[in-house]
């Protein structure tokens, strides 16, 4: 019973690099929530996807980042040529439907860059 | 007026105490409103959660109110207790949505002994 997966939980990553954080749902789950957490603010949506469809991505900056969510496989968040201003807590959040209710959160991934 | 407001930023109270966190938002679309908790080092897990034609929930010792006409809602902990200390956050969601969250940002709650 296995609650939502997010590896690696910590990530430490170079100016220019890339990061990919990735994240299983809760068993049932086909809608998966990415946010971003930097220190001492709340979160702040990123992106939400269902198997193999972007759904809204407006909280995704326009540039660097992207996510998918495909048929077979983890969610995955990709941050290309990373930036200090990325370092943060990157957390996914499964629901099993679409109406707002309880989101399940993984215990996030922490990207640091250097 | 996608924000919402949270405060205290930090709260101190003693063990057995009431802690109170407050919440506002301007988004009068926004039609749930649930809070999290969360441990250092670990994800945010659902507390409580309320919709606006109800003014107040209880679940356990945690209790939200809910004011639609100044459009804010708190948080109530009775008889806190030491492990509640952690960072809460209150959240709004749009009518007819899903769970794309607008968070506040956050109160960190200590519970002295």
């Known amino acids: 019973n296995a609650g939502v997966m997010q590896n690696p939980r910590h990530l430490v990553r170079r100016r220019g690099q890339e990061a990919r954080l990735r994240c299983s749902p809760m068993k049932g789950h086909s809608h998966v929530y990415w946010y971003r957490q930097l220190p001492e603010e709340g979160l702040k949506f990123m992106v939400y996807l269902q198997k193999e469809n972007i759904i809204d991505e407006s909280g995704m900056p326009k540039e660097r980042f992207s996510a998918e969510f495909p048929k077979e496989g983890p969610s995955i968040l990709r941050i290309q040529q990373v930036v200090r201003g990325d370092s943060a807590a990157y957390f996914c959040?499964?629901?099993?439907?679409?109406?707002?209710?309880?989101?399940?959160f993984g215990e996030g991934s922490r990207l640091t860059v250097l | 007026q996608q924000q919402v407001k949270q405060s205290p930023q930090s709260l101190i109270v003693q063990k057995g105490g009431i802690p109170i966190i407050n919440c506002a938002y301007e988004n009068t679309a926004f039609d749930y409103f649930p809070w999290y908790q969360q441990f250092p080092g670990k994800g945010p897990a659902l507390l409580i959660a309320?919709?606006?034609?109800?003014s107040e929930k209880k679940e356990g010792r945690f209790t939200i109110s809910f004011n639609k006409s100044a459009k804010q809602f708190s948080l109530h902990i009775m008889d806190s207790q030491p492990g509640d200390s952690a960072t809460y956050f209150c959240a709004a969601t749009l009518s007819g949505g899903y769970n794309k969250l607008i968070f506040g940002a956050g109160t960190r709650l200590a519970v002295h002994p």
């Open positions: 309320i919709r606006p034609d109800v």
């Open positions: 959040a499964s629901s099993p439907g679409q109406a707002p209710g309880e989101l399940f």
